[in-house]
């Protein structure tokens, strides 16, 4: 699983790499922090996750959510932030992000979620069973 993680803050970059890292099937392929880097990258990279800060510099997170869910296929996206408002979640919703995160109160449950989507994706590149 490819992440590309979008935030201006080099603590939480720092703090998700190492929160990630110990997940088996992780690989990050960069990060951006402004709008304008994480579209290019992003659609040059083409990762499968990306973690996406709502407030960037020049730009803000619903600008990239928006031009990144436009593509097809689109990565799976998780909004991470401080301002957790239910306005900002309905908005993300219905842009496409996948998952809303508070950057305090849920940074922990990121592994988590993280955890499953490796396990799922590993379960589909093993294909079914065979036998029996």
């Known amino acids: 699983m490819r992440i590309f993680i979008v935030d201006d803050s080099e603590v939480i970059v720092k703090k998700l790499k190492e929160l990630l890292a110990g997940i088996e099937g992780v690989a990050f392929v960069g990060e951006a922090s402004t ?4 579209i290019k990258s992003i659609e040059n990279l083409k990762p499968d996750v990306v973690i996406l800060d709502i407030r960037l510099i020049g730009g803000n997170g619903m600008d990239v959510l928006k031009h990144i869910k436009k593509k097809d296929p ?34 922990e449950n990121i592994f988590d979620t993280f955890r499953k989507l490796a396990q799922d994706a590993s379960r589909q590149k093993a294909g079914p069973c065979q036998g029996g």
Do not use: H, W
């Not at 306005?87 to 508070?102: H, I, M, N, S, V």
């Open 35 to 38: 709008a304008r880097d994480a």
């Open 74 to 107: 689109s990565p799976i996206v998780m909004m991470l932030t401080n301002y957790p408002y239910p306005q900002y979640r309905e908005q993300c919703t219905k842009l496409g992000a996948e998952y809303f995160f508070d950057k305090v109160a849920d940074i």
